[in-house]
């Protein structure tokens, strides 16, 4: 079966984000009140399985997130 | 009043994602039947406004995406 699926990994809370804070602050600079600014990190993909979450799981594990920095989460949909 | 703003910018259909396609060909040596895997970037803040609406699309267009190449989509939900 084929599904359709969305990975978010983001750093670990307290983990600081570099990217993310420049960004924020070029926001504030051109006057937008914005707080708190993070650059998770998104995949989006077709995936073909009849274990899908097991899959996507082990995906994150492997090869998406770095288990000791990252934390995940994904949303899986079968594809019509 | 204060929202929690998620975007997510994508590469317009298309466009090349040689970041995608080196991620989805690692998986796939890994064993998984991943098919077309594209890496949007993301961005999740806070924002303190009267228009969420209004800010957030010109913080697109300004800078958090290109217009040329990207499409982008954002939710906008209120802070409790």
Redesign the interface.
Same mark, same amino acid.
């Given at each position: 079966m084929k599904w359709r699926v969305t990975v978010?990994v983001r750093l670990k809370e307290g983990l600081n984000d570099p990217e993310?804070r420049v960004?924020?602050k #070029?926001?504030r600079n *051109?006057g937008? #009140?914005?707080?708190? *600014?993070?650059?998770?990190?998104?995949?989006?993909?077709?995936?073909?399985?009849e274990r899908p979450e097991e899959?996507v799981e082990?995906?994150c594990r492997?090869?998406?997130a770095n288990p000791l920095i990252h934390s995940w989460e994904y949303r899986i949909e079968p594809v019509s």
């Open positions: 978010t993310g960004i924020g #070029a926001l *051109l937008y #009140a914005v707080d708190g *600014l993070r650059v998770p990190k998104c995949f989006e993909f077709e995936l073909e399985s899959e082990e995906m492997k090869l998406l």
